[in-house]
């Protein structure tokens, strides 16, 4: 995730969380599963898995407290660390990621 940038088109400002789709690394495990990562200084953190209510962390939600959340949280930074792919918390559109510095040009 280093040097990755995140612009949101739809809300035109640069984002540091986005959401992450499981599917992208869980295949259909994880079909409809919404992981929040947090750039942090170049790595990527993890906030935890995001319900439909934008809640992250859902206490209750049966299908998620049967997964093996470590090793799937660990597949999910390791997804992170190579991301092109991801939407944003705010308007869940899709963002883009740039894996430039700036100045960069927004099309
Ligand atoms: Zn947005």
């Known amino acids: 995730m280093k040097d990755k940038l995140f612009y949101c088109l739809q809300c035109k400002k640069d984002v540091n969380e986005v959401n992450v789709d499981g599917y992208d690394f869980g295949d259909r495990w994880l079909e409809g599963v919404t992981y929040r990562v947090k750039n942090v200084d170049g790595r ?51 963002i883009l990621v740039w894996g430039a510095s700036p100045p960069y040009k927004i099309p």
Request: aromatic share 6%; net charge negative; with cysteine.
């Open 44 to 94: 990527p953190k993890l906030l935890g898995i995001v319900d439909a209510d934008k809640v992250i962390n859902p206490k209750d939600d049966a299908y998620l407290n049967k997964l093996n959340n470590d090793y799937w949280n660990k597949m999910c930074l390791e997804h992170c660390e190579d991301l092109d792919i991801a939407s944003c918390p705010t308007c869940d559109s899709g």
